[in-house]
Each structure stands twice: as C-alpha cells, then as structure tokens.
C-alpha cells in the first residue's frame, strides 16, 4: 500500500501541526510504510526510514500564495498521476481535486475558526472555514486528535458520510537538556513556572501574566515566570505588558527555543501552566507529562481530558482562578508530587507507534464509499 501525504508542513520551521506530522510520518515509516511526501518546497527535517521507504515529490511554489495554489491545483495533479491507495491530510486539508478512487483520510487537530475564531488571524480564519467543510465531506475517514474534537466536527458537521475516529498523538523523546547552569542564558536563578507556546490570543498569555502579577509577592518571590515561544501575531505585546504590570524581575522571556532548550527547560520546572482559551489537544500538556511534570491548565475543550489528574484546573476567562491555582502549585510540594505521578502514569497514553499502527489500521480496512 502507497500512502501519498500533504507534507508540506515539513518544509516550514515545525510548530503544532507540523511537528505532529513530522513525528506521525517517522512513525510510519518505522511501521514499513510506503510514502510519497508532497511538498510545495524541499523538506528541511530529518526523515528517519526505519523499515518503510518514503519519495519526495516536490513541485517549488513558494509564498504564501504560492502554497495555496499548490495545494489546490500542483498537489492534486502529482497525485492524480502517481495514484497512491491512500492520501493522508495530516493538516485539515484534502485537495478539491482528489481522485474518488483514491482513499481519503483527513486529520482534524481542532476547530478554533469555529469556537475561538476571534483569537486567529484573519486570513487562517477565512482558509479555514472555506478549505475544511469540503475536505470534510470528501473524507473517506476522517482521525479527531482527542474526543472533544470528534465532539466539535460531529456537532458543527452532522451527518458528515466518514466516521471519525480518534487517535491521539503521541509525546517524543527529546535529547536531554543542557545542564541546568544553562538556564543563566535567559537570566532564570530561581524555581519557575513554565509557558509553553506561540504567542498569540488563543494562549491567553496576558491573562496568565495579569493572574502571576496579583499573587502575594512571597509566592513570586518563590517561582519565576518563564515565556518560551516564537512570535505569533495579535495583541500579545509582551515586552510591554510584563513591564506594565511590573513583572520584570520575575518573568524571563526565552522567544523561540531548539530542541534541546526546550528540554532543559521542561527538566528544570516546577509546574506547566496553560490556562489557553482553546485546544483540540494541547501538545505541551503531554509533553510536560513525560518530564512528570504537573501543569495548570483550562477547565474548557481538550485540556482537562489531556491533563487528566495531572494538574489544576481554572477558569481561563477569570483572572482570580487562574492566581488562586498558580498560588496552589506553588505553595504545596505534596499537590505537585501527586499530580507528578498521576503525569507520570497518564503519558503512556500518548505514543506515536501506536497512533501510527492505529492509522494504518483505517487505510487497510476501509474503502472509499461510492
């Protein structure tokens, strides 16, 4: 079985999605997969074979624009003329011109255009809400990275043809970290509490900075603030707000971090705290929990079936409950020794060789429908 896959995400610097396709497709091929990898530009991260092969078939459109383009009319035409049996959309796409012989199968990570379309940009909103309804009904299958997103697509989209089954990512194993004296790179000499995520409205950043500003100074005194991402878009100004709320001796900004960084970082914590507006998984949860590491996160979407009894959960829209459980974790080490263990136990239900065989199971026993 020839599986083609929109792999254009692995031509770009991997965040979210394009670091779940990259490591779902190294899976695959550490499952004896066979892969045609479609990209609008040379793929720039490291593919790792296994007992699978994988082509790359890559027509260069470059630009915004030009990655539209490719994915609407260059990608349906190389796939029209290679056949694979199965085309995979890691990314809520399908192109509009899939052959109907060839199976269909669609991932959906979440549907923040649908339910927090506010906290997007304007042009992802509008591809969004214009590009996934289609690539819906022309799924043959269709995989929801947790059961709330299953719950979203199955309500926003009833009677949709393709059943949607939910497979969830898995976590990586990362290098380990530099030695914790690198943390003097960012200026962090104390205990801390870790973000983790592009700085955009959906993580709701300024509300977690404003609730770490109105706990007790002893507790600050107790556990930094530390912001690692790259810079997204909207109104997260965030050199303005911390010096606004006077936090610049307690919150250490990291911008975009490697591999390796993020390890150390993730070693190094106290607890994770994501208090997001909106998730179809929350990626940074699991990956705290494989560091044990115990996290403050929403009561809403995907967050508390991720986190499970691994962490303290709050009111993302109320200041007060997001202080009163940052104020929690950091005064009891007894609440963050159990919740990591509960994070300890609650990983191993992320595993991407698992996730890979569970997808190769939907192409092997299904069939596209007439």
């Not at 720039?44 to 609407?72: D, K």
């Not at 012989?101 to 991932?107: K, N, P, R, S, V």
């Not at 699991?286 to 709050?314: I, K, W």
Request: aromatic fraction near 8%; include cysteine.
């Amino acid at each position: 079985m020839r599986i083609g896959v929109d792999a254009r995400l692995l031509a770009l610097p991997l965040t979210g999605i394009g670091r779940y396709t990259h490591e779902m497709v190294n899976a695959l091929l550490r499952a004896g997969a066979e892969l045609d990898l479609y990209a609008p530009a040379p793929l720039v991260h490291p593919l790792h074979a296994g007992r699978g092969r994988y082509r790359e078939r890559v027509v260069t459109m470059r630009g915004r624009a030009g990655r539209v383009l490719w994915g609407q009319a260059g990608l349906p035409l190389l796939v029209r003329r290679d056949r694979p049996d199965v085309f995979w959309g890691p990314a809520h796409r399908l192109p509009l011109g899939l052959p109907r012989e060839i199976f269909g199968c669609l991932t959906i990570h979440d549907l923040v255009w649908r339910f927090a379309g506010e906290t997007m940009r304007p042009a992802s909103r509008l591809m969004e809400q214009v590009l996934m309804p289609p690539a819906l009904k022309r799924a043959d299958s269709i995989v929801a990275v947790s059961q709330h997103t299953k719950a979203d697509i199955e309500r926003t989209f009833p009677g949709l043809r393709a059943d949607v089954s939910v497979i969830y990512p898995g976590v990586a194993a990362r290098a380990p970290g530099h030695p914790a004296g690198y943390l003097e790179k960012w200026g962090i000499s104390r205990p801390y509490i870790l973000f983790v995520g592009t700085l955009e409205p959906r993580k709701n950043l300024a509300r977690l900075l404003q609730a770490y500003a109105a706990l007790p100074g002893g507790a600050r005194q107790q556990a930094e603030l530390v912001v690692a991402g790259g810079a997204g878009w909207g109104d997260v100004d965030l050199e303005r707000t911390v010096a606004s709320l006077g936090l610049r001796k307690s919150v250490h900004v990291t911008g975009y971090v490697d591999e390796r960084e993020l390890s150390t970082l993730y070693e190094n914590a106290l607890f994770l705290a994501m208090p997001s507006l909106y998730e179809g998984f929350g990626l940074p949860l699991a990956e705290a929990m494989r560091y044990g590491l115990p996290s403050l996160t929403a009561n809403v979407s995907s967050m508390p079936e991720v986190a499970g009894d691994a962490a303290v959960l709050v009111d993302p829209l109320d200041v007060g409950s997001i202080t009163a459980g940052l104020q929690r974790l950091i005064a009891s080490s007894e609440l963050r020794a159990r919740l990591s263990q509960a994070a300890q136990a609650g990983v191993a239900r992320f595993d991407w060789d698992r996730a890979a065989r569970q997808l190769l199971d939907l192409f092997a026993q299904r069939r596209p429908q007439a």
